[in-house]
């Protein structure tokens, strides 16, 4: 699966390192499903504290939050296999995630009277569910569409840099940019996403004789 702007050597990487701490997790009890919730409240948490203008407790609270949605997967391959319900559960949150960071930005734009914040959160969050939407689309139709600069793992990984620059560095609009970026760059995903589709269909659909 591609990773967009991520490198796939840093995505898998990531993968590899949780899986010890996955096992560990398995051996006591713990199920992937208990870890998918237990990431999106955390992520809940961060976000707020980016609303409230926090940065460097929001980036480290989401990042735990981010290596919460990677260790789920790991531990459930730990078990011997994700179940249909963990997927689905684990997709469902993922959009509740990516809405909570979305809006708390949001809301720190209003409250800040920053207008390119405000809307770059938003168009950010309308075009990513638009790209996942599609993918689930895609997949219903016995197609896929997982190509594109901007999949959910290299948006996450843009603002939490952006967030990141601006709680370490105090560079703040480095942090607006990483939203703006990440709108511009989701709504091209989405329409490499329908090409692909569209492509991909026309291949695969019958053509009709003559009647």
């Known amino acids: 699966m591609s990773h967009g702007l991520m490198p796939n050597e840093v995505a898998e990487g990531t993968r590899v390192g949780l899986a ?3 096992r560990g997790l398995h051996r006591v009890g713990i199920t992937a ?5 237990i990431g999106v409240l955390i992520t809940l948490a961060g976000s707020a504290l980016l609303a409230a203008a926090q940065p460097l407790p929001a980036l480290v609270v989401l990042l735990a939050g981010a290596l919460s949605d990677t260790l789920d997967g790991q531990l459930a391959k730990a078990a011997g296999g994700g179940t249909r319900f963990g ?3 684990d997709s469902t949150l993922d959009r509740v995630s990516d809405a909570a960071l979305s809006c708390g930005a949001a809301a720190l734009g209003a409250t800040r009277g920053d207008a390119v914040l405000f809307w770059s959160a938003l168009g950010g969050l309308v075009a990513s569910y ?3 939407y599609v993918r689930a689309k895609a997949e219903a139709m016995g197609t896929t569409a997982s190509v594109g600069l901007m999949p959910r793992e290299a948006r996450l990984t843009v603002l939490l840099v952006g967030i990141g620059t601006w709680g370490v560095l105090g560079l703040y609009q480095v ?7 990440v709108a511009l760059l989701s709504v091209i995903t989405l329409v490499q996403r ?3 589709v569209a492509r991909d269909l026309q291949k695969t659909t019958p053509r009709e004789g003559p009647r």
Do not use: C, G, K, Q
Request: no cysteine.
């Open 33 to 37: 499903n208990a870890v998918t919730v």
């Open 130 to 132: 638009l790209v996942s």
């Open 194 to 196: 329908i090409a692909f």
């Open 20 to 22: 010890p701490l996955a």
């Open 175 to 181: 942090f607006v940019a990483a939203f703006a970026v």
């Open 87 to 89: 997927a689905f559960l």
